[in-house]
């Protein structure tokens, strides 16, 4: 084929070498055909030519003012002048005077030179800006300076408006309801991130969901052992079948008087309850704050007598014994009320009987004990049939 129809851009099909369009002119053809001198470059294929011209030689179209159907400059719309290449030659150095002086406040002032000629803006408009050259004070002091500065003329710069200094949101971040939404916000984005595992408590990285859920069930299997071990059980109470009551002693016995009285019917003495503890259930030793003791008889429903027992230290895993001190008195209408003659026959003198054996009495113990360690005061009772009384009355007595 004797043309070659490609395109003559260089990125497209092979890296033509491009031409100055001002400076390098293209050789004539010396003919149509295939026949170029040995050792002569083959004339440049333009691609101007649309697919209908004529088979001439595409070294006939002027490169830069050729019109055709193809690819040319003038079919699209120039915006602006058309500036010619540069032929590796500055236009600046070659400007003759001094280079024009570049001022930043031409960019902000409107009536700064126009730099641009595109679409006839700036053409017939003149400069209109002159900077004003600055004024060296010739003052000695600073003040002298600033004087003189006043003198000199001022430069006025145009400079777009300011918006307005606070917006809304800001105004009200500035009050206390909204300071206070701004920490709510803060605290629901940090429970957020808490919740979701990102960050930890009080500002650890380490205290997170995961840590607290060990953390809380680490710290109830050591409540529970610490429980288990300090606090206190309610000891079993058992008392001495064969003296349940026994005679007291010291400055408690001297303490009450031992009396039976027909007129008026009453009597009173005083008694310790052998009682027997059991604190084997327990892993440190057990405290009573004070034990209370109320003695009724089963038979008539009658209160007969009052003891207390104070405070008190026992051993754990052991069986230790107590003596609850016990102020029996009981005041009756006449001699013949039973609970009267009961407890009369039963502390009588052994010698006023034939056989010389008093007959028993019966009495239900009632305790209630504060132990430390408890939240409450827990109760025990107790009732024991045939007790022997644990006074002895003289022969003669009433």
């Given at each position: 084929?004797?043309?070659?129809?490609?395109?003559?851009?260089?990125?497209?099909?092979?890296?033509?070498?491009?031409?100055?369009?001002?400076?390098?002119?293209?050789?004539?053809?010396?003919?149509?055909?295939?026949?170029?001198?040995?050792?002569?470059?083959?004339?440049?294929?333009?691609?101007?030519?649309?697919?209908?011209?004529?088979?001439?030689?595409?070294?006939?179209?002027?490169?830069?003012?050729?019109?055709?159907?193809g690819y040319n400059a003038s079919s699209f719309f120039d915006a602006g002048r058309q500036e010619p290449l540069?032929?590796?030659?500055?236009?600046?150095?070659?400007?003759?005077?001094?280079?024009?002086?570049?001022?930043?406040?031409?960019?902000?002032?409107?009536?700064?030179?126009?730099?641009?000629?595109?679409?006839?803006?700036?053409?017939?408009?003149?400069?209109a800006y002159h900077q004003i050259p600055p004024v060296t004070p010739t003052g000695v002091g600073k003040v002298?300076?600033?004087?003189?500065?006043?003198?000199?003329?001022?430069?006025?710069?145009?400079?777009?408006?300011?918006?307005?200094?606070?917006?809304?949101?800001?105004?009200?971040?500035?009050?206390?309801?909204?300071?206070?939404?701004?920490?709510?916000?803060?605290?629901?984005?940090?429970?957020?991130?808490?919740?979701?595992?990102?960050?930890?408590?009080?500002?650890?990285?380490?205290?997170?969901?995961?840590?607290?859920?060990?953390?809380?069930?680490?710290?109830?299997?050591?409540?529970?052992?610490?429980?288990?071990?300090?606090?206190?059980?309610?000891?079993?109470?058992?008392?001495?079948?064969?003296?349940?009551?026994?005679?007291?002693?010291?400055?408690?016995?001297?303490?009450?008087?031992?009396?039976?009285?027909?007129?008026?019917?009453?009597?009173?003495?005083?008694?310790?309850?052998?009682?027997?503890?059991?604190?084997?259930?327990?892993?440190?030793?057990?405290?009573?704050?004070?034990?209370?003791?109320?003695?009724?008889?089963?038979?008539?429903?009658?209160?007969?007598?009052?003891?207390?027992?104070?405070?008190?230290?026992l051993p754990a895993k052991t069986f230790p014994v107590i003596q609850i001190p016990l102020n029996f008195s009981?005041?009756?209408?006449?001699?013949?009320?039973?609970?009267?003659?009961?407890?009369?026959?039963?502390?009588?003198?052994?010698?006023?009987?034939?056989?010389?054996?008093?007959?028993?009495?019966?009495?239900?113990?009632?305790?209630?004990?504060?132990?430390?360690?408890?939240?409450?005061?827990?109760?025990?009772?107790?009732?024991?049939?045939?007790?022997?009384?644990?006074?002895?009355?003289?022969?003669?007595?009433?």
């Amino acid at each position: 084929m004797d043309y070659d129809r490609k395109s003559a851009v260089s990125s497209f099909y092979g890296a033509r070498r491009s031409i100055d369009a001002l400076n390098d002119v293209p050789e004539a053809s010396p003919g149509q055909g295939n026949q170029y001198p040995r050792g002569a470059a083959r004339p440049r294929a333009e691609s101007q030519s649309s697919f209908y011209a004529d088979r001439q030689s595409r070294t006939s179209h002027d490169v830069l003012n050729g019109q055709s159907a193809g690819y040319n400059a003038s079919s699209f719309f120039d915006a602006g002048r058309q500036e010619p290449l540069k032929g590796g030659r500055d236009e600046e150095e070659e400007a003759p005077g001094p280079p024009e002086t570049w001022d930043v406040f031409a960019d902000f002032n409107n009536m700064g030179p126009r730099y641009s000629s595109a679409f006839g803006v700036g053409q017939h408009q003149e400069t209109a800006y002159h900077q004003i050259p600055p004024v060296t004070p010739t003052g000695v002091g600073k003040v002298e300076a600033d004087n003189d500065s006043t003198l000199a003329p001022v430069e006025l710069v145009t400079v777009p408006a300011l918006g307005p200094e606070w917006q809304r949101s800001e105004m009200k971040q500035m009050t206390r309801s909204g300071r206070r939404e701004l920490k709510n916000e803060e605290r629901y984005a940090k429970w957020r991130a808490w919740n979701r595992g990102e960050t930890g408590l009080c500002g650890t990285k380490w205290f997170t969901k995961k840590f607290l859920v060990f953390f809380i069930f680490a710290w109830c299997g050591i409540a529970a052992i610490v429980l288990a071990i300090t606090i206190p059980r309610v000891p079993a109470l058992s008392f001495n079948s064969g003296t349940p009551l026994v005679a007291a002693t010291g400055s408690f016995n001297e303490s009450i008087p031992i009396e039976f009285s027909r007129y008026p019917a009453n009597f009173s003495f005083p008694a310790l309850a052998d009682i027997q503890v059991d604190t084997t259930s327990n892993i440190i030793p057990l405290t009573f704050n004070h034990i209370n003791a109320q003695v009724w008889y089963p038979s008539t429903n009658m209160q007969i007598g009052t003891g207390y027992f104070g405070k008190a230290t026992l051993p754990a895993k052991t069986f230790p014994v107590i003596q609850i001190p016990l102020n029996f008195s009981y005041i009756a209408p006449n001699d013949t009320d039973p609970t009267w003659v009961a407890w009369y026959n039963a502390c009588k003198n052994p010698a006023t009987y034939t056989t010389g054996v008093r007959p028993g009495v019966s009495f239900e113990l009632l305790l209630t004990m504060d132990i430390a360690g408890l939240p409450s005061t827990s109760t025990a009772s107790t009732q024991i049939a045939s007790a022997p009384c644990p006074i002895e009355l003289p022969v003669n007595s009433v």
